[in-house]
């Protein structure tokens, strides 16, 4: 009979959203009683690391609101092809027309309206029953405001209870005001109850997906409808529809200079009820949009998947150390990793080409076992630079090149295995990591892609590799127990040799932008990185220095030595090594040669003894034979 179409995305847009939505979402489900009414809640653009909005509030709602859910997901790629046209992350006629497109066919009307109304009808709790035989047409509702610290009491689970305390309230507090508008509209804020014909709307192209500036999209489907009817209805004799007021906070719609679609253009000079521009394309008609129910989520999949791929319970605590000690010593359990590592790719879109650089088969065997559930159609290609890492698929390749343009994130497992191997085997395949992953993500940096991949590196905690995923990656502090860094590489400038903004700072130093700061008198370690890879030759590096200000005389020692020190390694192998005097500090510029034999990953590293306060204002290496 109905499909109520409602948008939004999983974010915090208006006071209080999570209640107001969870108590829309499950007063309206309540209202609906014939078999194949439907509520599509469509949801826009919700970054692909989080789940929709109603899997994120699916806790408060009720069992009938569950039943009654369709969920439909509109990826940020899908959006990106909007995204230069609008300033807004949610498009409000593209979501709706994914929504027409979508319902039921077996229903007779489409409801257009948003998850902060509730609708009371005047006997009973069903609305279906009131429009089952209405005459053809479109019909709209006055809408009534609640204020928020009223409706802020009233309790989300508990629909029939709303419905009728709104019944009360609405005369005690004398909110049934009618807001009139135009002669097509009728009352004022239209789209919070548009019940449309769905052959209308399928006959008129749906929405105007022209309308990507906010506001009046609900004025110009009314103004279309109107041309085809010459008049516009309304269902006051049975119902009523309250709007749950959320204007305490100033949201971007809401402010008094939002932008908004020219009232002239699309309203006011419409003279055909057709959109025939989109008459092809009209509700994203190519894309592959995700369909969610609350009864199969992605959390549900995720459970499920960790318990059959973990073969044994933990019986007791396991131990590891975070201390100085332990410092490129960490290892992980297998079996304690897995739930952090499916975490982070649980509400990706289905097909992910996932590719993965490591060792250690233990955990490619158990992740590769659940890959298919938590992410339907999607695929794993494994980089093997050597024949000594034996990760049990066939699907691999060692070319890196090859590698990189057939995926679309990237795992990096830091663990050497087996535990037969020797050191030297060991380390080897550890550098072969590092350097995939450098080169992997230069190779990000030079696509600079709108949507970039993401990197994820296990055992990234405690060790070398922490700091060059730091050094490349936008990462969270994430807890030292998940092992696992995070994140998508950083934007440098265009002359890649320039390293100051992919430095990391030491205990004595600190960064502002791109310049990196001593902390007054403090002495130690300033700056290192960048763990670029370098390949075979002479290299010259030019570090640009200011010093500003003496802050202590130097000791004997210092004097004889420098107040600063500068040293070029890769690895446990030093390249060159540079103690600065006082008067080079203000010369303005270092320059240091080296020769490497093969290929590396050079760090810079300064220190001072915090005689000096300066400043480095970029670091550059360039090749010279």
Known sequence: ?????????????????????????????????????????????????????????????????????????????????????????????????????????????????????????????????????????????????????????????????????????????????????????????????????????????????????????????????????????????????????????????????????????????????????????????????????????????????????????????????????????????????LPFLADIFVNAPP?????????????????????????????????EPTEGQQLPTSNKTSDLEEFANSVDAFVFDYKATPESASAVEKQSLLAEIRYAFIKLAQMEQALAAPIPRRFVVVNAIHNAFEQIANAYLHTARTPFSSRIRQGFVVKVSEEASAWADRMQVGNAGQKEGAIIRTLGAKSGLVTYGPYAPILEGKYRVDLQIATRKLLRASRVKEWLQGPAKIKLVAGDQVLAKRYLKSEELYDGKITMQFSCKEKAFLEVKVWTTGAHEFEIRNIATERIA
Not at 358 to 372: H, Q, R, V
């Open 1 to 337: 009979m109905i499909s109520v179409v409602l948008y939004g995305r999983n974010d915090s847009y208006g006071y209080n959203l999570h209640k107001r939505a969870a108590l829309s979402i499950n007063c309206m489900s309540e209202v609906l009683t014939e078999v194949d009414d439907e509520l599509l809640f469509v949801d826009y653009n919700t970054p692909d690391d989080f789940p929709t909005f109603p899997e994120a509030i699916q806790d408060t709602l009720t069992d009938v609101a569950k039943e009654r859910l369709r969920i439909l997901r509109v990826r940020p790629s899908v959006h990106e092809r909007f995204r230069s046209k609008s300033h807004l992350i949610a498009l409000e006629p593209i979501a709706r027309n994914v929504a027409v497109r979508h319902s039921n066919p077996n229903n007779r009307w489409v409801l257009s309206t948003n998850t902060d109304m509730i609708f009371v009808p005047h006997e009973g709790t069903s609305l279906s029953k009131y429009v089952k035989d209405l005459p053809r047409g479109f019909y709209h509702l006055p809408r009534f405001e609640i204020p928020e610290t009223l409706w802020e009491t009233f309790n989300r689970q508990d629909a029939v209870g709303t419905i009728d305390m709104i019944r009360e309230w609405a005369q005690i507090a004398h909110l049934n005001e009618i807001v009139t508008g135009s002669e097509f509209i009728r009352f004022d804020a239209p789209g919070d109850f548009q019940l449309i014909e769905r052959d209308d709307l399928f006959r008129i192209h749906g929405f105007n997906e022209s309308m990507l500036l906010g506001w009046h999209v609900d004025s110009n489907i009314a103004k279309r409808l109107h041309l085809i009817y010459g008049e516009t209805r309304d269902l006051m004799n049975c119902v009523f529809g309250y709007h749950c007021d959320h204007t305490r906070q100033v949201t971007p719609m809401h402010r008094k200079d939002s932008k908004s679609n020219d009232l002239g253009v699309f309203v006011d000079n419409v003279t055909r009820p057709e959109c025939p521009e989109q008459a092809t394309t009209w509700g994203c008609a190519e894309d592959e949009i995700e369909e969610i129910r609350l009864s199969n989520t992605r959390n549900r999949i995720y459970l499920n998947s960790i318990k059959a791929c973990i073969p044994n319970k933990m019986t007791e605590p396991t131990y590891s150390h975070y201390i100085m000690n332990s410092y490129n010593k960490v290892s992980y359990d297998e079996g304690h990793i």
């Open 351 to 383: 097909k992910v080409r996932l590719g993965w650089v490591g060792s250690n088969p233990e955990l490619f065997k158990m992740f590769a076992a659940l890959w298919p559930d938590i992410n339907p159609g999607g695929t794993i290609l494994a980089y």
